[in-house]
């Protein structure tokens, strides 16, 4: 049973853990330095189908079936799905899951979507509301890229700081049997709107508020940050990393030697040519469903604090001449 | 703390209420049948606003805020805000709630957006995670109609079954004082698909989703429909409540008696020309945080179950030829 702790953050009481996961991932994230860690690693980014918004909710359908397989579970033990992507309508997640028959709760957290469902999942167990949830989320690059940006074809030059939406998706099974490593609190972000405007500088709007839920988790918590093994943001990329400490610096806080960040993990900097980073739901949906939580499963992490951050705005919104707003939601979890 | 009953209800077994709610309308809904019970109706549907978008957002500031006025309360008195809404990257939740600084957790479940707001806010508030919680949503016609249709200047031929898309918001306040109705019980929708692909005809594609839920509430919970005083869809419009008492008459259920639905109730069919009725988020948030609360709080309502309806699709998906699926959250309340 879920009791608040402070101001933001909630203590789950019981052993509410995470008993699988699977991170599948595209060809680019398959040729960077997590490869050998993702569950599948898919050559044609079209997965068969015939739309990139098809295909990526493929990569939820897998990455969903991957997880319930690794855990020798079949979708009606699931009581509960919360899922929720980057496209109009979060539609990879609908038709990606529709076929699994479970009662659905959709999730809107642009790319903090995978912190947001573990942490809805985590909750809902803990409190008896289920005995076992789901928590998806995917993105991909080119359904993406046309949505948000430009269309493909055009093969505009991005800019230094624009960041590199990941092709992948996560999937996490929890419950409460005591199995796997163990969700220990989470803190709900808040909307965090520093006035950034420019939509290829997300790292830079998301910043902000991974630092407000950081700072209120530890004053909530009453720790500091080198009494975990990493903090591990999601996906402010280079840039609003680099941002992110020196916000928590200034605040009194260093992270800098136990932080780091999916969006700078994902892809080689050098070599893919990637500028700013990976990013979107997939980013670390992909990287802590496989690399993370093989870490902590074999205690090479023992105890971490997962903040994934989005950018709550539409094309339609940065036309109108809106900032982009932020949010962080974490979870500390251990192994 | 929240105890599973059945395969798919949750009962809510502190006294969880709705202490707080405000539904707000604009111009067309102002001169419907539930004008007198709107907090709000808006003469000017920009609502002082540079664009459609940014009216849709001030309904929602305007409606969480008189929720937040009618029970006393300020936005640093609430734990979590559970929101969505219809514009891509529910950009009018984020944007129309930014200032409040409450912890947010976006949510997307199309028209049943209302449903699943509260739900969560119930289950949270029982289960300890939070003390206070708010459930908001809205919806504006102009904003969803040149998103999802046609730009609105085109004038285009409405078919007969298109249902008219409500500018209006509803936001309700839950705690477990004790105090305004009782939230009994929740069913969370299961993702249904009847493979209809007219996105002219939401109704019909929403109702097998509303049928579900019903039926397995019902199952979940041993009740009858006449055990209650009223069973409120929204908004299924006309053709899809006569489509959903027609789908529970072949599972031998009759609703027929005890039914009603938002999108039919908040305009005059004969003389507001909306065809097929009301929809869209806001439709049944309004309905429900104004008439419907009332009805329940001078205990004319005394046991109702509300069962909100959302049909998963983006112009995307249905341009690709998508079926559109549809999914219903149920809340059984008591006055």
């Given amino acids: 049973m879920p009791v608040r702790s402070g101001k ?55 990455a969903a079936q991957e997880a319930l397989r690794k855990a020798g579970l079949q979708p009606y033990d699931i009581d509960v799905i919360f899922a929720g992507d980057l496209l109009n309508q979060c539609i990879s997640s609908t038709f990606g899951l529709r076929s699994l028959e479970i009662p659905y709760l959709g999730q809107y957290g642009a790319c903090s979507t995978m912190a947001q469902t573990m942490l809805m999942a985590a909750l809902f167990v803990d409190s008896g509301a289920c005995n076992r949830a789901m928590a998806v989320t995917s993105s991909h690059f080119c359904s993406a890229e046309r949505q948000f940006r430009l269309p493909i074809e055009y093969g505009g030059q991005r800019t230094p700081t624009a960041q590199w939406t990941v092709t992948g998706a996560g999937a ?20 965090t709107d520093y006035k950034i405007k420019d939509a290829n500088n997300m790292g830079a709007a998301m910043a902000p508020a991974a630092a407000d839920t950081i700072l209120n988790y530890m004053i909530d918590t009453n720790t500091k940050p080198y009494d975990y ?107």
Same sequence: chains 1, 2.
């Avoid at 996490?172 to 909307?191: E, L, R, Y």
């Fill in 8 to 62: 933001r953050t909630i203590s789950i009481i019981g052993r509410v853990g995470i008993v699988s996961s699977a991170g599948v991932a595209g060809h680019k994230e398959g040729e960077g330095p997590l490869a050998s860690y993702f569950d599948s690693v898919y050559s044609d980014d079209m997965l068969g189908q015939k739309s990139w918004e098809k295909a990526e909710s493929r990569l939820q359908t897998n």
């Fill in 229 to 335: 093994d990493l903090i591990l943001t999601g996906d402010l990329g280079f840039i609003g990393s680099e941002l992110l400490i020196k916000i928590l610096q200034r605040e009194g806080m260093d992270i800098s030697m136990v932080h780091n960040d999916c969006g700078k993990m994902i892809f080689d900097r050098e070599r893919q040519d990637v500028h700013g980073g990976g990013s979107g739901c997939g980013c670390c949906g992909s990287v802590f469903c496989s690399y993370i939580m093989q870490q902590l499963n074999s205690h090479k992490l023992k105890n971490i604090l997962f903040v994934a951050t989005g950018a709550l705005m539409s094309p339609t919104s940065s036309q109108q001449g809106e900032s982009i707003p932020g949010i962080a939601h974490l979870l500390h979890i251990v192994s």
């Fill in 172 to 191: 996490a099974v929890i419950d409460d049997s005591g199995n796997g490593c163990i969700i220990k609190d989470v803190t709900i972000g808040k909307i």
